[in-house]
């Protein structure tokens, strides 16, 4: 039997990954924070039939990211699909002298992905086989203000590159990058949602589908929709200096208030 490690796992597009893995067979490990969530999770799991592990753990802290890399390591009960979803919206400002929210992001969003990953990698490496999907997302190519962007271009690069170190180890690495979808995440982050068009929004279970599909093919970029592949294919050979003025525009529109505060799924 299969089995996926899933961080960020009870809600959001980390819950549908959970849900679509386990209605494949997997059983599922699950990482989040909240104890009583994961409870709630897994309950919900093992009404599929699925074996069903919960590890409540705050990624922003080092020693419970060893936790997980621990169990990512365990021989005994490999893992074969990892999905690095934990994250959170952020309003601070890369100029803000209070680092707090940029911290935290760079813990959970970068560091922990990179842990995860390269824990994942040398375990799946030396069987041969074995899917990691990092989420990421498609503000990754473009340049907001609150420091997303940038570490979302972080783990797409990351992604790629590891996905080169493991070419031809039977391992695979796949950077999804979304848009809006329809989750809890903006609302949880306190970013507006009137502004964006209706035709831009996602559906989280055809989100994770194709996700899914395109990991199993082994692709290592997974944009959804035939609309976002043109929307970020224009942005990839639009000036640099149009990007950025794009990027001020989304970012106005998105703020509902600034301030360095972060809000997690």
Not at 97 to 118: K, N, P, W, Y
Request: proline share 3%.
């Amino acid at each position: 039997m299969a089995i996926a490690l899933i961080t960020g796992g009870t809600s959001g597009i980390g819950a549908t990954f959970a849900r679509q893995l386990a209605a494949a067979g997997s059983d599922i490990v699950l990482v989040a924070r909240d104890r009583e969530r994961l409870e709630q999770m897994a309950h919900e799991l093992r009404g599929m039939g699925r074996e069903v592990e919960i590890m409540p753990a705050d990624l922003a802290k080092r020693a419970d990211v060893a936790k997980v890399v621990k169990r990512l390591e365990d021989p005994k009960k490999p893992v074969d699909v990892l999905v690095n979803n934990a994250g959170f919206g952020m309003h601070s400002r890369l100029s803000d002298a209070d680092s707090t929210g940029h911290d935290r992001a760079f813990e959970v969003m970068v560091r922990s992905v990179r842990e995860l990953g390269a824990a994942s990698a040398r375990a799946m490496r030396a069987r041969g086989r074995g899917r990691i999907i990092n989420v990421s997302s498609t503000a990754g190519f473009v340049a907001m203000s609150s420091g997303y962007s940038s570490i979302k271009a972080w783990v797409t690069s990351f992604s790629e590159s590891l996905s080169n170190e493991l070419h031809g180890t039977g391992v695979t690495v796949t950077a999804l990058c979304p848009g809006w979808v329809h989750t809890e995440f903006h609302d949880r982050a306190g970013i507006s949602k009137g502004g964006i068009p209706s035709w831009l929004w996602l559906d989280a279970d055809k989100l994770v589908r194709a996700a899914l599909r395109d990991a199993e093919r082994g692709k290592v970029i997974s944009i959804p929709t035939v609309r976002y592949k043109v929307l970020m294919g224009i942005v990839r050979h639009l000036p640099r200096s149009t990007v950025r003025a794009i990027s001020r525009a989304i970012s106005s529109s998105r703020t509902v208030s600034s301030g360095s505060s972060t809000v997690t799924k």
